[in-house]
């Protein structure tokens, strides 16, 4: 049989629109990046000008601290709490359901949420905090530089870890029972019973939501940009952002395709050593 | 010769092909705080030349000029759009808007420091239509309670420190300065004072950064220390000009620099403020400035009906139908005479608009204006002292300036 | 799973879960609860330092400016309209992407597989632009069919990898079976494997959905006409230039979170079944 030709026509529509709508943009950027205004061939000249602008190193180290912060809270919690709901509990339904709902609603709105609410003045958790006297007085959150990309990554840890549960959740339902019968004769309790059957069987889930979180995670802008727009002082800076402003703020469109170039290998370098990794050792995304 | 002849046939044929396939409709994007107005001056305009059909976009302020740029880049632009002054610059430098120099007409009629905005190359590449500056606002109940003369506000740089450490006491900020939002906030209420000091950001051929000198720390420092004197609210780093109205109107500041534009809502939200006006005050001996603000119309290059798009803009741009879209004042002389501008609650704005000035025309100003407002942020933070902070600036705007 | 257990598992003890499950519900319902307090109070309530818990006299006010005197409910079908098509036409073209990824071999096909997921690498500032353009030559700007090609492009690249997976999971040897029976590839996969996967299908219409309905930034860029305007503008534009109304953006998330919250309520049995079912292929 000819599998060969017929696994290509399967693949083939989604290919054709992607290519269409995805290739083109990508060459287009490329071109912006050597380019100035008028068009005009410049070599690297884009590339030296993002690079040397002090914004960029801090917006690099930002991303990664954002990310990654994000990621690992994300996992632990969202594993958590799917171990928790996959508990039998009566009222189970609707607090699954309940769990879902930050990740549903979008993120404009839980962002001007969370801002009202984290507000120096107005907000609601300066008041609780400062009623139950675990802060002396008012902190402002999101204009503290020690505290601001913390509570940023706790919004954004609050918006997906909810994305994790699901998927960890419904990798913990397809464990056969027999494991835990199994486990359950030679005595195990229930830590041992996450900790040797259901992490280990979630594990391949938990890799590949992991690889997702990372790509989101490194073109995420709505939250940053809805709450601080980078700011204060570049504090909350992250590459995507700055691309964002590079274009449609100081319409350097040139320069932002050079900045979105080299992120884009960095992004590319990072999902690649990720996947590496991965296919190196068992249990590989199946 | 005969080549130059027939590109010119060429180019009329291609005019008139245009012309007649989008013959008649025009597409307005305007701003939603001008729609109710905007829509009557449309009916106006349509009775006037009934073969027009216009049709009115409302746009908002949230990430529009992200929503311009996309449009005049895509090629695929309405015909007319309303954008603030400061924007235009960027857009001509880029070849995305038309020149509007024969649309104009009474240039004599209109405040200069407004069309110094549209300019670039000697040529005009937008009509304002809505100009305005800041002014301060403050509450005189507040000035009561803190012994002061309602009716005397201060004058100079030292009075007015001297008037916010009266107002600060309790839950009262003597003065409150936006350090958070959009930076056009702060750039807003910042430059006038480093203007009035005798400073700028740049210099005027565009050359040199001139934040970190003398006259600019100075200013810097007036501003900031309003922050770190307890004058100015505890959330001064998130605070933008809204903000600072709400906590006006929450009476926990007692004087913010502002437009004319939050005066209704004051008085509409907390009625029971004593509302009061004051121009900016200056140091001893130098006189106040501000920075003119206000909105322009621009026709994108990629318009496809740029005939009507002028016939439009030059009706909207008349005097009158000015006076009647503008929300705070018309950039034309001649329509502030209308009786809508005539509340004395706006006298003060109109006093400060003689003293209204331009930003510097450079393409890459809003990266300047963000490595200045980048500094601002650094000294509201604790970071670094004034002149350390704004060295920094001077540096990153120094080599934005030295780019080809 | 039916009612009746097939075993006693060991689990965590019930005080421990309760309580675990009361702070998860805490914490992921906080936020609503403030946004829909502040929905209902009036602008001197909403600033008054410090802040109150409950308005003396609630208003609906808001919900009233929100849905009688705005654009609100005319963004509402739009998001509808395009979530759905646009989640339709990802899931459809994942399907057969994805099969053809999960079941055969082909020359270049980790290549391709990678250049599926590297559509979704892409920088979003960077590609807005070029987009745009491509919409414009094929004469899709502003229009239903537009957004929903762009949000498609969006959420194609993880529906297909999903989707793979799930696929790969199935155990070929059941549709070998049905192949010596003689039936045809598009029957195998529309009879035997998607029956068997119906988990991940609900995975990637749920998560084609919710990135759809919420996404903000292109629709910023892409709709600029109020026929074609989603949801998450509508939030913006309650902020106007210097007046940004609070109780109004609250009620309006309100409206935007209640209907996606009430139809995942309503999915709630369906979602769960079809995650259990996924638990008994082994």
Redesign the interface.
């Known amino acids: 049989m000819d599998r060969n030709s017929t696994g290509l026509v399967f693949v083939l529509p989604a290919l054709i629109v992607l290519a269409m709508l995805v290739a083109y943009p990508v060459a287009y950027t490329g071109l912006l990046s050597v380019t100035d205004r008028q068009g005009a061939f410049v070599g690297l000249d884009n590339f030296s000008a993002v690079l040397g602008a002090r914004a960029t190193p801090q917006a690099f180290w930002n991303t990664l601290w954002f990310v990654g912060g994000s990621i690992v809270f994300q996992v632990v919690f969202g594993t958590a709490a799917a171990i928790l709901l996959n508990q039998n509990f009566i009222g189970r339904g609707i607090v699954r359901s309940i769990t879902l709902l930050p990740w549903v609603v979008p993120g404009i709105v839980a962002a001007t949420t969370w801002a009202w609410m984290f507000h120096t003045e107005f907000g609601i958790i300066n008041y609780m905090m400062t009623g139950a006297g675990v802060i002396p007085e008012p902190i402002g959150w999101l204009t503290n530089g020690s505290t601001v990309m913390p509570v940023l990554i706790a919004i954004n840890v609050w918006k997906l870890f909810p994305f994790v549960a699901i998927m960890v959740l419904a990798g913990l339902q397809s464990i056969p029972n027999d494991l835990y019968e199994a486990a359950r004769v030679d005595g195990a309790n229930f830590w041992q019973e996450v900790f040797h059957i259901m992490l280990p069987q979630v594990r391949s889930v938990i890799v590949a939501v992991t690889l997702l979180l990372v790509i989101w995670g490194l073109n995420s802008i709505t939250i940053i940009y809805a709450i601080t727009r980078g700011g204060p002082a570049n504090r909350t800076l992250i590459t995507p952002i700055q691309i964002f402003r590079l274009a449609f703020e100081s319409t350097n469109f040139n320069q932002a395709a050079a900045l979105s170039v080299m992120f884009f290998a960095v992004a590319l370098v990072i999902v690649i050593i990720y996947i590496k990794a991965l296919a190196s050792t068992p249990g590989e995304v199946k | 010769m005969k080549l130059k002849k027939l590109a010119v046939i060429a180019t009329a044929m291609t005019m008139l092909a245009s012309g007649v396939a989008f013959a008649g409709d025009v597409t307005w994007w305007t701003p939603n705080f001008n729609e109710a107005r905007a829509r009557e001056i449309v009916a106006k305009f349509e009775n006037a030349n009934p073969n027009v059909k216009v049709k009115l976009e409302i746009t908002t302020s949230d990430g529009l000029p992200q929503r311009v740029l996309t449009a005049l880049q895509s090629g695929a632009a309405p015909e007319v759009i309303d954008v603030q002054h400061a924007w235009i610059n960027g857009y001509a430098q880029n070849d995305l808007v038309l020149s509007v120099d024969d649309v104009l007409k009474d240039r004599d009629d209109y405040i200069p420091a407004a069309l110094d905005y549209a300019t670039w190359n000697s040529k005009l590449w937008g009509i304002p239509y809505r100009i305005e500056t800041h002014a301060i606002i403050y509450n005189k109940g507040a000035f009561k309670d803190a012994g002061l003369d309602p009716n005397k506000p201060p004058q100079t740089w030292d009075e007015l420190v001297a008037t916010a450490k009266a107002l600060s006491k309790g839950k009262m900020s003597g003065f409150g300065i936006t350090g958070g939002g959009e930076m056009g906030n702060t750039i807003f209420r910042s430059l006038p004072f480093i203007w009035m000091n005798g400073g700028d950001m740049i210099s005027a051929d565009g050359k040199k950064a001139l934040v970190n000198q003398p006259a600019a720390v100075a200013a810097v420092k007036f501003y900031t220390d309003f922050f770190k004197n307890k004058q100015a609210p505890a959330s001064t780093l998130e605070n933008d000009g809204t903000a600072l109205r709400r906590l006006f109107i929450a009476e926990t500041v007692a004087a913010y620099q502002s437009g004319q534009f939050d005066i209704a809502s004051i008085k509409k939200e907390n009625p029971k403020i004593d509302i009061g006006v004051m121009q900016i005050p200056h140091p001893a001996d130098k006189k106040t400035a501000a920075l003119l603000g206000g909105w322009s119309f621009v026709i994108p290059k990629s318009a496809k009906n740029p005939t009507d798009a002028k016939k439009l803009v030059g009706f909207l741009a008349e005097a009158e139908n000015q006076g009647a879209l503008t929300d705070t004042f018309p950039a034309r002389k001649s329509a502030m005479s209308l009786p809508r501008f005539s509340d004395p609650i706006l006298t003060v704005f109109k006093e400060m608009l003689p003293y209204g000035r331009a930003v510097p025309n450079n393409k890459n100003w809003i990266q300047i204006t963000q490595a200045y407002f980048d500094g601002i942020q650094r000294i509201l933070l604790g970071d670094e002292d004034v002149q350390k902070s704004m060295d920094g600036a001077a540096k990153d705007i120094q080599a934005l300036l030295d780019q080809k | 799973m039916s009612e009746a257990?097939?075993?006693k598992?060991?689990?965590?003890p019930?005080p421990i879960?309760?309580i675990?499950?009361i702070v998860?519900?805490f914490?992921?319902?906080f936020?609503?609860m403030?946004?829909f307090g502040?929905s209902i109070k009036t602008?001197?309530e909403?600033?008054?330092?410090?802040?109150i818990w409950w308005p003396e006299t609630p208003t609906f006010g808001n919900y009233y400016k929100v849905l009688f005197e705005s654009n609100i409910p005319r963004y509402f079908l739009n998001s509808v309209i395009i979530s759905v098509g646009s989640t339709v036409l990802a899931l459809i073209?994942?399907i057969?992407?994805s099969?053809?990824?999960a079941?055969?071999?082909?020359?270049g096909?980790p290549v391709?597989q990678s250049?599926?997921?590297?559509?979704?690498?892409?920088?979003?500032?960077?590609?807005?632009?070029?987009?745009?353009?491509?919409l414009?030559v094929l004469g899709l700007?502003n229009t239903f069919w537009g957004l929903i090609?762009?949000y498609?492009?969006v959420t194609?690249?993880?529906s297909?990898w999903m989707l793979t997976?799930y696929f790969?999971?199935i155990p070929v040897e059941l549709e070998e079976a049905a192949i010596i029976d003689g039936a045809s590839?598009i029957g195998i996969l529309f009879r035997i494997t998607l029956p068997l996967s119906t988990?991940g299908i609900v995975?990637v219409v749920v998560y084609a959905f919710?990135t759809t309905?919420?996404e903000?930034?292109f629709a910023?860029?892409?709709a600029?006409?109020?026929s074609v305007k989603t949801?998450?503008?509508g939030?913006?534009?309650f902020?106007?230039?210097?007046?940004?109304d609070?109780g109004a953006?609250?009620a309006a998330?309100v409206v935007?979170?209640l209907p996606?919250?009430l139809l995942?309520?309503s999915m709630?049995?369906l979602f769960?079944g079809g995650?259990?079912a996924?638990?008994t292929?082994?």
Do not use: H
Not at chain 3, 46 to 51: D, E, F, G
Not at chain 3, 103 to 107: G, L
Not at chain 3, 239 to 244: A, G, K, L, M, Y
């Open positions: 257990p097939t075993l598992r060991t689990g965590l019930l879960t309760i675990g499950a998860l519900v914490i992921c319902l936020p609503f403030w946004m502040s602008l001197p909403l600033y008054t330092v410090p802040p073209l994942a057969f992407a099969y053809g990824f079941r055969f071999n082909f020359r096909k391709l250049f599926v997921l590297v559509g979704q690498l892409l920088p979003t500032a960077a590609i807005i632009v070029p987009l745009f353009i491509t414009r700007v090609l762009v498609m492009i194609l690249p993880l297909v997976s790969k999971a590839r988990p995975a919710v309905w919420n903000f930034v910023l860029c892409f600029t006409d109020s949801l998450p503008i939030l913006a534009e902020s106007t230039e210097f007046n940004t609070w953006v609250m998330s935007m979170t996606i919250a995942f309520f709630q049995r769960v995650l259990t996924g638990a292929k082994g």
